[in-house]
Nanobody
Framework: VQLQASGGGLVQPGGSLRLSCAASGSIFSTNIMGWYRQAPGKQRELVATITTLTSGGYTNYADSVKGRFTISKDNAKNTVWLQMNSLKSEDTAVYYC???????????WGQGTLVTVSS
């Protein structure tokens, strides 16, 4: 599985950015896609994920981004987006796209895209 992420950049506090991540290769219908982030000197942490099941799906958000970030997905395109609104300086990090699926649940990571929130 290959993941191609894009959309990072520099934005002022209170601004918005939209990240995208397209998966290609051996994609299974039951999967998890989403985003983690890693700020300088900190561990990688969950931002948001979207789980796709044969009977539907659900999203999961870190408490720190609830109400500000929205994750969405186009299953036909195997693409996930992260709409980030009301950005804060503490959102500054490298954002990594991820993909997991049955049967192995191995995690694949994208190359990372830098989001800098600064005035």
């Amino acid at each position: 599985v290959q993941l191609q992420a894009s959309g990072g950049g520099l934005v002022q506090p209170g601004g918005s950015l939209r990240l995208s991540c397209a998966a290609s290769g051996s994609i299974f219908s039951t999967n998890i896609m989403g985003w983690y982030r890693q700020a300088p000197g900190k561990q990688r942490e969950l931002v948001a994920t979207i789980t796709t099941l044969t009977s539907g799906g659900y999203t999961n958000y870190a408490d720190s981004v609830k109400g500000r970030f929205t994750i969405s997905k186009d299953n036909a395109k195997n693409t996930v987006w992260l709409q980030m609104n009301s950005l804060k300086s503490e959102d500054t990090a490298v954002y990594y796209c991820l993909y997991r699926s049955s049967p192995t649940w191995v995690t694949y990571w994208g190359q990372g895209t830098l989001v800098t929130v600064s005035s």
